[in-house]
C-alpha cells in the first residue's frame, strides 16, 4: 500500500464524499482525522469505518473558517501522529440567499467556508509538509468554478469555488518542487440533497452530461486517491462530471 501510515486530514468529512474518501484512504492504510463543523454523529460514525478496516482514525470537530479551530485541530493531528502528509480541503456550502436579497454577510459567509477555510487549512498544512520537504494539498472545486461554469442561483459558491481553482494553481507554484497542489472539480454527485430536488431539474443536470449519469461519492474519492499518490502532477484541475463540461 502506498498511502500505509500516511496522515491525511479531510475537512468536511463526516458524510458525503468526505466521508467515501476517509474510508477509501483507510482502505489503502492510511491514517485519517476526520472533521466535522456540526455533524459529530457522523463523524463518530465515520472514524468507526475507517477503525473497522484497520486505520488509526479520529475526528475534531471544527470550523475551518475559524482560525484558532483549525490551529487546535492541526495540534491534535501532529500531538497524534506527529506530522501530517497529506490535506484534503473538502469542507464547503452553498448560497442560502438568493442573490438578489443576498447582503454582504451573505457572500462573507460562503467565502469563508470554501475558500478562506481551504487556505487557512493550506497554510498551516503547508508549514508543516515543508518541514519534512514533501506532501500533498488537495482542494475541492466544483464544475461551478471553471469558466462558464456558473449557475445563477448559486452565485456567491461559483464564485468561490472559481477562487479556489486560481488558489490551487498559485499554491502549486508557491509550494514547488515539493509539494504537489491540486484540485477536484465535481459534477453532479448523487447525495440526499437532490431528493429534495425536482424531477424535471435533476432531468436538466444529468442531460447536461455527455454521459447522462449521476457520479457516486466513490468516484470522487478515487479521484483523490489518484492524485495522492501521483508525484508528477500539480496545479491541475481534475474534473469529475461525466462530461458535463465538454458540452459548453
Same mark, same amino acid.
Given at each position: ?17 468526505? =466521508? ?7 482502505? =489503502? ?122 449557475? =445563477? ?68 474519492a478515487e479521484g483523490y486517491l489518484y492524485l495522492a499518490q501521483a508525484d508528477a502532477i500539480t496545479g491541475e484541475v481534475l474534473a469529475i462530471d461525466a462530461g458535463w463540461t465538454m458540452k459548453f
Open positions: 500500500m502506498k498511502l500505509k501510515d500516511k496522515v491525511v486530514l479531510i475537512t468536511g468529512s463526516s458524510s458525503g464524499i468526505g =466521508e467515501a474518501t476517509a474510508v477509501l484512504f483507510a482502505k =489503502e492504510g492510511a491514517k485519517v482525522v476526520v472533521n466535522c463543523l456540526s455533524n459529530e454523529e457522523g463523524a463518530k460514525k465515520v472514524v468507526e469505518a475507517c477503525q473497522k478496516v484497520g486505520s488509526e482514525s479520529f475526528y475534531v470537530k471544527a470550523d475551518v473558517a475559524n482560525e484558532s479551530e483549525v490551529d487546535d485541530m492541526f495540534k491534535q493531528t501532529v500531538d497524534k501522529f506527529e506530522t501530517i502528509d497529506i490535506l484534503i480541503n473538502n469542507a464547503g456550502g452553498t448560497d442560502k440567499v438568493p442573490f438578489m436579497d443576498a447582503k454582504i454577510n451573505d457572500w462573507i459567509d460562503v467565502f469563508k467556508h470554501n475558500i478562506l477555510g481551504t487556505m487557512l487549512c493550506s497554510q498551516k498544512a503547508a508549514k508543516i509538509m515543508k518541514e519534512n520537504k514533501e506532501g500533498k494539498i488537495l482542494n475541492t472545486s466544483s464544475i461551478r468554478g471553471i469558466e462558464h461554469g456558473g449557475r =445563477e442561483g448559486i452565485m456567491a459558491y461559483s464564485a468561490a469555488k472559481a477562487a479556489v481553482i486560481n488558489f490551487t494553481k498559485t499554491l502549486a507554484k508557491e509550494l514547488a518542487p515539493d509539494i504537489q497542489v491540486n484540485t477536484i472539480a465535481p459534477g453532479f454527485v448523487w447525495t440526499p440533497n437532490y431528493e429534495k430536488v425536482s424531477k424535471e431539474l435533476q432531468e436538466e443536470f444529468i442531460n447536461g452530461s455527455l454521459l447522462k449519469r449521476w457520479i457516486n461519492v466513490e468516484e470522487i
